[in-house]
């Protein structure tokens, strides 16, 4: 009985310790906004970002709210991310933000221009995309 009872400590302590230890590591990840195209992720890290913000004025035929991102032209991260984007035409595209999908998947159907780097990002819900917009703020 004493050798089950110190096996069950020392599991015990082992699983409390892999908890704190993976516990520490999510708190430092950066929330993005990440792209996948089948095994292809792109995040959107912080520094290509300039700004993003809530669009007020929503249409009527708008079914999601959407947020304006505009990249940083000086880093080369809108011809990262039209790389990305255009090399991928006809494929399904997820949008997850701190690890869940913010709106369906989506198929690519077209080139996307970024000329100045600035685009529209559909959001399911608003709280998010205001989540989103902190994320990016800090």
Known sequence: MLKNTGKLYKFTILILCISFISSCTTKNR?????????????PLEKNCVERVYLREDKPMFYLNDNIIIELDNKKGCVQKFSKFINANIGKQMHISFNGNDIIPATKIVSEMNFDRGIFSQAVSKKEVALEIVKAYAN
């Open 30 to 42: 950066q929330r993005v906004l990440v792209y996948q195209i089948n095994d292809n992720y792109f």
